[in-house]
C-alpha cells in the first residue's frame, strides 16, 4: 500500500498549475524587463561618457594642432539641423588670413538720421555674401584702409548687413565713429543724397584694404559627430556672452536675463541675451586654442564654459537634469588654462547649481 501511495503521489506531482505557471511566467518577466532596463541604461551611461570623452579629445587635439602650426586653431560647434538648441557635431577650426580683393566702395547716405555709412563689395571673389554665408566672417569685425599716403584707417563692420538681399548685398555697415575719406575725393550723387569714394586696391598707387576674417573649417576636415543619441543641450548650458546676437529692445531697464551694450536713446536699448535657459540662438560657437594652449580670442576673458551633454530623448521634451531618465555629464573648458575636465551634474532644481561639482573640481567616474 505505501509503495502504491507513493507511487500515485509521484504521478500527482509531476506537473504544475495554471496559478504555479503564471507566477513562473510573472517572474520571468519582471526579471527580463529589470535586465533590458539595465543594459539600456548600461549602453546609455557608456554612450554619454564616450560623448564626454569624444569631446575632450577634441579640445586636447585642437590643442595640439595649434602648437604645432603655431597659430590658433581651435573647435567650432555645430547647431543640430534638426533642433537649433542642441549640438550635435564639431569640426577643427582656424583663424583666416586677412581677406582683401577687388575694388571696394565707401557709400553714405546722408539723408537718414542718422546717416547710414556702409562700405560695398564691388567684385570681391570670393564675394563678402559667399563669405558672410560660408561662417567665415564674425558678425563685428574690422576693416583697414591703407591710404596712398601710408596712413591706415580702421572701421568697425557689422557683417550682418551682408547678403540681406536687395541693395543690401555684398555690403558692411559702419558702426564705429570715424568718417571716411576726405571732402576732396568724394564723389556728390544728388539724385540719392549719397556720398560715395570707391577704392580699387588692385591700381597701383591707389588706396589698399585688409578685411579681418573670422575662423573657418581646416583643410580636410570632416565634422565629428556625437555618439548617437547624445547632443549638448543649450539650454542648460552654461554659455559665454560672445556666443550670442545683440538686439533692441524698447525698455527703460535691461529685461531679466540680458546684459546692457548700449543705451540708444529714445527708450530704445542694445542688450545680449544668455545664461541658462536662454532661449536665444546663439550664432557661432567658437572655441579657440592659442600655440600655449589657453583659449585665445573673444572668450579668453570667459572663465569657465559647461556645456551639458544629454541624451536626445531629454531634449526633445526639454526634461531638466533634475528630471532626465538618461544620465547627464558636463564638459567644462577653463579659457585661463585650457583645461577640459567632464563632470557629473549637481541634479537640483536650481540651474546655476549644476555647475557645483564642476566648479569644485569633481571629475566623472571617480
Not at 14 to 21: A, N, S, V
Not at 173 to 195: H, R, T, Y
Not at 258 to 283: F, S
Request: aromatic share 6%.
Amino acid at each position: 500500500m505505501r509503495n502504491k501511495h507513493q507511487t500515485n503521489d509521484g504521478a500527482r506531482r509531476g506537473g504544475f498549475t495554471l496559478m504555479e505557471m503564471l507566477i513562473v511566467i510573472a517572474i520571468i518577466a519582471i526579471l527580463a524587463a529589470i535586465t533590458v532596463t539595465a543594459i539600456y541604461a548600461t549602453a546609455n551611461s557608456d554612450r554619454i561618457r564616450g560623448a564626454a570623452r569624444q569631446m575632450q579629445s577634441a579640445m586636447q587635439g585642437a590643442m595640439a594642432k595649434a602648437a604645432r602650426a603655431k597659430k590658433p586653431i581651435g573647435v567650432r560647434l555645430q547647431l543640430d539641423e534638426f533642433d537649433p538648441t542642441t549640438v550635435s557635431s564639431m569640426i577643427f577650426i582656424e583663424q583666416l588670413d586677412d581677406f582683401q580683393d577687388g575694388p571696394i566702395t565707401f557709400v553714405k547716405i546722408v539723408d537718414t538720421d542718422p546717416e547710414f555709412r556702409f562700405i560695398r563689395d564691388d567684385g570681391a571673389s570670393p564675394s563678402w555674401q559667399v563669405l558672410r554665408d560660408n561662417g567665415q566672417l564674425p558678425d563685428v569685425t574690422r576693416i583697414k584702409i591703407i591710404e596712398t599716403t601710408g596712413n591706415e584707417k580702421i572701421y568697425i563692420v557689422n557683417t550682418t548687413e551682408t547678403g540681406t538681399g536687395g541693395a543690401n548685398v555684398g555690403q558692411l555697415q559702419i558702426i564705429s565713429s570715424a568718417d571716411f575719406g576726405d571732402a576732396d575725393v568724394i564723389v556728390q550723387n544728388p539724385g540719392m543724397l549719397n556720398e560715395s569714394l570707391q577704392i580699387d586696391p588692385d591700381s597701383e598707387g591707389n588706396a589698399r584694404y585688409k578685411l579681418e576674417m573670422g575662423n573657418g573649417p581646416l583643410a580636410n576636415q570632416d565634422a565629428l559627430e556625437l555618439p548617437n543619441g547624445n547632443v549638448i543641450d543649450l539650454f542648460y548650458s552654461s554659455l559665454p556672452l560672445e556666443w550670442f546676437e545683440d538686439e533692441v529692445v524698447t525698455a527703460a531697464t535691461p529685461p531679466p536675463g540680458t546684459d546692457l551694450v548700449a543705451d540708444l536713446g529714445g527708450g530704445d536699448l542694445q542688450v545680449r541675451r544668455y545664461g541658462v535657459n536662454n532661449t536665444n540662438r546663439p550664432v557661432q560657437m567658437d572655441i579657440m586654442f592659442s600655440p600655449r594652449g589657453v583659449v585665445a580670442g573673444p572668450l579668453a576673458a570667459a572663465g569657465k564654459i559647461h556645456l551639458m551633454l544629454a541624451e536626445i530623448e531629454d531634449t526633445i521634451p526639454n526634461r531638466p537634469p533634475e528630471l532626465a531618465e538618461g544620465e547627464n555629464i558636463i564638459t567644462s573648458i577653463y579659457t585661463n588654462t585650457g583645461k577640459v575636465e567632464a563632470s557629473p551634474v549637481f541634479k537640483t532644481a536650481s540651474p546655476p547649481e549644476y555647475y557645483n561639482f564642476a566648479e569644485t573640481g569633481e571629475v566623472a567616474g571617480r
